[in-house]
């Protein structure tokens, strides 16, 4: 008896103690293993067996199974797999070894954007140190050059770049067929020629690389990320949060931070608290730009945090020696002996005052939602809070506000604070008091306001609301209920925004498990083509045919232009044109037409040859669907591999091929894993297409012989319109006549098969 | 336009099974029994001019003493004679029109092109990137607005939608039709179709496949989007796009713009229901040695004025139904630069062309160049916020009467351009 008062007693401490660690730690340490409550997934309930349970995991928690993996969930017990996951802390080895190959990925930031700058600051720098003349400057800011340095066009899933000009190599086929709008004659001379020289050679000293380096392994990290990730929730949610906090690589001013953004802004916080992440997107250059926070500065009429600074100082040095407000902008509001702007200088956009763009996405599409509760004047406010939250330049002016901001120093740092590359400007920082949803913000403070209106949005009702609505809709469905949404945000308040909490609660919420939710989601793009390459157990050795696929069919990663991010809900994904591409993409893929990416779909069997081709049908339709219904599909699919003449049909039709490329005949065996990965070319080059894709523009389709007639009648069957032409279904040939290309370079029927199934309305879906 | 596939399912039991099915059908099923709502519609043809053209060298004042001080190497003597063809043409309205654009002179004559000058956006932006996106999402200085204004627009229209509703001849979605409306990005018609290279009579099959399970799919969405998919490939099939041959000798550009226009043109003339195109044209962003009447901007007016040339003799009879606009993020410094060419600006112009347009005129007001009617001192001004513009083609040719929906916030009115 009291051996149990004492158990009781301690669970109760305990239970009181963790509640404790979860308001006070945000509820960062409290989830070490021992201490969580056990999971409860009602499954069982929903009336789902373990299989389809661990199905429906891998497919929201991860991009789709892996070969195998619904079992090895299975047996390694779904809430096991659950917590794992949410942990975050698999090893990954294997990951981390193809990463190496993309050493761009390890670079700190501050390298990044000196390694990898934008063009225009490779010109600026050969000017500044006198390689060129300021009138070569302005002769080498012709497109072809400025591409030249960036290595393609500014977007590597696009054609053409905001300026309209075209990068020919990686435009498709069909565009490059129809030429590109002519160079300048300026760049078709001599001298441009060997202007061109002196700026490449003079980049290639300084050891600046193109642009579209980085851009190539940013995307090609994601990628390979989420088809081999161990840690494939890590992976959905750091997807997820830059979504949520979306910036652009169609924006030049962000580019080069791009990819930082994702590594130290997101990634690290994606499965954290809300408020840091908040504050990591709030200070990271790409977003400050991305939103024009960096140019956002207090009114002219404004008190600054500087100026107060000023104020409070006992003994002011010499006038006309120390920084008064404005010092930055000299002559704009009267500042310090004011520097004549040397002539060459960039032309910068001048600040025109306060900016509210990142104040009102901030409210609207990060924290509050547009229903949120604010005012016009709450963005205005906000937008003050944020002033001064900048970024240290990159380039030749960056030397130059180094040198200003060690005299800031003498005279104690005024207020200005730097982190890495985000710069805190006392002298933008409109310092009067502001009131923020109610909330009074005192006058006279700096970076703290910006501080103070995040802590209060992290942890508003309505962004709690908003965010769970959001993460419901990731993971549930596109209208899920409100009872859940309800209920997610007060999980989301009492953990004080973990988002861990909040997944749990929703691998344990009904609605999760409910028939209206399982398989109820339209995949992206992106999870269509990485549950490809993942449930096919396919190696990516290219990523680039495969990224060019996801942009094709309407998913150009990290180019969506507007701060909302790409909508996640099927309308968005499906319409004819893009859903026609998704059926193009599942027969193309599994044909291996896609080039840089290995499948060997006889494996995938594991040795076990099938019985017949409707065997093969059925067996390779529950592999690529596993938790699945197949039924109906099945039934459609029969006639397809029952044709009794199929194989020797298509071996008649002796095809002549005009893309010669796409007859280099399939890979057979397992593919190299150990190969490493094909990223961009890694020097000043003349710019590169991307690796060759068989995509749409790959081939003319040149005329067929008539002797497929037969295969073509049985088909009649599939598309519904004649019952009678069915064939009964019976077993002929096996899986030899099932995976031989009737001519090289030709599809096998197992190929179309499986192509067939990828392009699927049920392959879709996850 | 009737295809095989739609008799046999109007005609069939393919409707009652597929039991409300997808409204696009039943439209298709009602333009088989006879004129019906896939009747010929308006369609507003839309092209982005990227980079920023130079407003001032496209149309400039004529004889203009200040142009010829702030363009010493740029500015051009308007024609004497018509033997002074690579000279400005004379519009005889105080402005002229740059050589690059003479294959837009007969229709000018004609009274369909209209020219908007010191148009453009209120905000002060000089990226390319932001002014773009102003222009696109029709909401200036505002960058979350998650639409852009010519899904709005369609959006807008208030009636069923054709699968080529809205079509962007553009590898990806441009800004001006991100949203809610259905809209297609493609670069070329031809690849609209099931394929898989070297196996063309596999994609055929594969094709039947597809089009078996998406008329079975459980999902709603994807059975009535597979559905629609098909009736497209279908629309398309009866014609051969690889070698459509313009009418009226119209001969388009060998140009990705005239490659668009042409395309643009097959789909006006294939009756698929389009209402709202997007294309683009690149190249405008003429720092150094923009040239006179040779040159980039030359090259890139030329380009231009003869897409839309060849696909306004193409349109033959069709023109009634059609509008063209043209628009750029902003225009060019007023001054030329020390390299030849022109700086980021601020108002530029704008072609609109069509036979309800009051042609033949200079709308909006030019408050002329002279040092004190620059904006900050250097660009053109903005006398006519673009907003007031494509209300005005959206409300008149599309029908779109709620501007505040298609442009919220604007509340500055239409300009009058069109006769109706």
């Keep these: 008896m009291r051996d149990r008062l004492l158990t009781g007693l301690g669970a109760a401490a305990f239970a009181l103690c963790s509640l404790w660690l979860v308001w006070s730690a945000g509820g960062h340490e409290a989830w070490a293993a021992d201490r969580r409550p056990a999971l409860h997934m009602p499954w069982k309930e929903a009336g789902l067996d373990q299989r389809q349970a661990a199905a429906h995991l891998l497919n929201r928690l991860a991009y789709g199974p892996r070969p195998g993996q619904v079992e090895e969930v299975v047996a390694r017990g779904l809430d096991r797999w659950v917590e794992e996951q949410i942990a975050g802390s698999l090893p990954d080895p294997n990951l981390q070894a193809r990463l190496r190959d993309m050493p761009a990925l390890f670079l700190s930031e501050a390298d990044m954007v000196r390694i990898y700058p934008n063009p225009n600051m490779i010109l600026q720098q050969a000017q500044k140190e006198g390689v060129i003349s300021k009138d070569e400057v302005a002769a080498a800011k012709e497109a072809k050059i400025l591409q030249q340095l960036r290595g393609g066009a500014k977007n590597p899933n696009l054609v053409a770049d905001s300026t309209g000009a075209p990068a020919p190599a990686a435009a498709p086929a069909s565009v490059r067929s129809n030429g590109a709008a002519p160079a300048s004659a300026a760049m078709e001379s001599r001298e441009g020629e060997a202007l061109r020289a002196k700026i490449l050679e003079f980049a290639r000293r300084r050891g600046y690389r193109p642009q579209r380096e980085l851009m190539a392994q940013l995307l090609a990290q994601k990628i390979v990320r989420a088809a081999e990730a161990q840690n494939q929730l890590a992976e959905v949610m750091t997807d997820f949060w830059f979504n949520h906090f979306n910036v652009s690589l169609t924006n030049d001013r962000t580019r080069p931070y791009l990819l930082s953004y994702e590594r130290d802004a997101i990634r690290g916080h994606a499965l954290g608290s809300m408020r840091e992440l908040l504050e990591a997107t709030a200070r990271h250059p790409a977003m400050l730009q991305y939103l024009d926070n960096a140019q956002s500065t207090a009114a002219p009429n404004a008190p600054t945090l500087l100026g107060d600074q000023l104020d409070r100082m006992p003994a002011r040095p010499p006038a006309g020696y120390y920084p008064r407000p404005g010092w930055w902008f000299p002559g704009r509001r009267g500042g310090f002996a ?429 | 336009m009737l295809t095989r596939r739609i008799f046999i399912k109007a005609g069939g039991m393919a409707l009652v099974t597929l039991g409300a099915g997808p409204r696009f059908l039943h439209r298709a099923a009602q333009a088989a029994a006879g004129p019906g709502p896939n009747a010929r519609r308006k369609v507003l043809v839309t092209i982005f001019q990227r980079g920023a053209m130079d407003g001032i060298m496209a149309v400039p004042p004529v004889d203009d003493a200040t142009l010829k001080q702030l363009r010493p190497r740029l500015a051009m003597s308007a024609a004497r004679s018509a033997a002074e063809a690579q000279q400005v043409a004379d519009l005889g309205v105080g402005f002229g029109l740059h050589p690059g654009f003479a294959s837009l002179l007969p229709l000018w004559k004609e009274r369909r092109l209209a020219i908007v000058h010191a148009v453009g956006s209120p905000d002060p932006t000089r990226s390319h990137f932001d002014a773009q996106d102003y222009m696109e999402t029709g909401t200036p200085g505002r960058k979350g607005t998650p639409s852009g204004w010519l899904n709005r627009a369609v959006g807008l229209l208030g009636h069923d939608a054709s699968p080529f509703q809205a079509v962007s001849m553009t590898p990806a979605m441009p800004r001006s039709l991100y949203g809610d409306a259905p809209a297609v990005a493609v670069t070329n018609l031809a690849e609209f179709r099931v394929k898989l290279p070297g196996a063309d009579q ?192 959206a409300g008149k040719h599309l029908g779109i009467r709620n501007d505040a929906s298609l442009f919220p916030g604007w509340t500055g009115g239409r300009l009058p351009l069109l006769r109706v």
């Design chain 1, 338 to 766: 004011p520097r004549p702007p040397a002539p060459q200088a960039p032309k910068r956009e001048k600040p025109h005052g306060l900016n509210e763009n990142y104040a009102r996405e901030l409210l609207e599409l990060h924290t509050l939602g547009v229903d949120g509760g604010y005012t016009q004047q709450d963005v205005i406010e906000v937008a003050r809070a944020f002033t001064g939250w900048t970024v240290l330049p990159a380039g030749p002016a960056r030397e130059q506000v180094e040198k200003r901001l060690d005299r800031v120093r003498q005279f104690g740092g005024l207020g200005f604070r730097t982190d890495g590359d985000f710069l805190f400007r006392a002298d933008m920082h409109d310092s009067a008091a502001k009131t923020i949803l109610g909330q009074r913000l005192p006058a006279g403070r700096g970076m703290e306001d910006g501080e103070a209106v995040l802590d209060l949005l992290a942890r508003h009702p309505s962004t709690a609301r908003h965010l769970a609505g959001k993460l419901a809709v990731r993971f549930v469905s596109d209208k899920p209920p409100r009872a859940l949404v309800d209920r997610l945000a007060g999980v989301y308040l009492q953990s004080g925004g973990d988002t861990r909490q909040v997944l749990r609660a929703i691998v344990q919420a009904p609605e999760f498990w409910s028939r209206d939710a399982v398989g109820a989601k339209i995949k992206s793009p992106f999870e269509l083509a990485v549950s490809a390459v993942r449930v096919s157990g396919a190696h990516i050795e290219d990523p680039r045919p495969l990224l060019d696929w996801v942009s094709r069919m309407g998913q150009p990663l990290y180019a969506y232009q507007a701060p909302t991010g790409y909508p996640d809900r099927a309308e968005a994904w499906v319409n004819t044109g893009s859903l026609l591409n998704r059926m193009n993409f599942g027969l193309q893929f599994a044909a291996e037409k896609v080039r840089g990416v290995a499948i060997d779909l006889p494996s995938l069997c594991d040795g076990r040859e099938p019985e017949s081709r409707e065997a093969a049908l059925r067996t390779y339709a529950a592999l690529l669907l596993p938790g699945r219904d197949l039924g109906a599909t099945i039934k459609m699919l029969t006639p397809m591999v029952s044709a009794p003449n199929l194989a020797h049909h298509v071996d008649q039709a002796a095809v002549p091929q005009d893309g010669a490329p796409a007859a280099a005949g399939k890979v057979v065996g397992k593919p190299a894993a150990e190969k490493a990965i094909a990223v961009e070319p890694a020097r000043f080059s003349a710019p590169a297409g991307p690796a060759g894709s068989a995509g749409p523009g790959g081939s003319g389709g040149a005329g067929d012989g008539g002797s497929m007639a037969g295969s073509m009648a049985s088909m009649a069957g599939m598309a519904g319109t004649d019952a009678a032409d069915h064939e009964p279904a019976r077993p002929v040939g096996g899986m030899a006549e099932l995976t031989a290309a009737p001519k090289p370079g030709m599809p096998t029927p197992l190929e179309q098969v499986v192509g067939v199934i990828l392009g699927s309305p049920e392959f879709q879906r996850r």
């Design chain 2, 202 to 393: 596999m994609a055929a099959a594969a094709g039947q496949g597809f089009e078996a399970l998406y008329e079975r799919a459980s999902q709603g969405l994807l059975r009535s989007t597979g559905t629609e998919t098909f009736h497209a490939i279908d629309m398309l099939s009866t014609t051969d796009i690889a070698h459509y041959q313009p009418a009226n000798g119209a001969s388009y550009p060998k140009s990705p713009l005239g490659d668009a226009l042409r395309q643009i043109a097959l789909l006006i003339k294939s009756d698929v229901g389009l209402e709202v195109a997007f294309a683009e044209s690149g190249g405008w962003d003429t720092h150094v040695q923009q040239g006179t009447n040779n040159g980039t901007f030359f090259r890139r007016a030329s380009d231009l004025a003869d897409s839309i040339r060849a696909f306004w003799g193409d349109l033959g009879s069709r023109q009634d139904e059609v509008l063209l606009t043209t628009m750029t993020e902003f225009g060019r410094t007023a001054r030329e630069n020390g390299s030849g060419g022109t700086d980021h600006g601020h108002g530029s112009c704008l072609f609109v062309l069509g036979n309800a347009v009051d042609g033949g005129k200079v709308h909006g007001s030019f408050p002329g160049i002279n040092p004190g009617a620059l904006y900050e001192g250097r660009d053109l001004p903005v006398t006519t916020d673009f907003r007031a513009v494509f209300c005005e083609l």
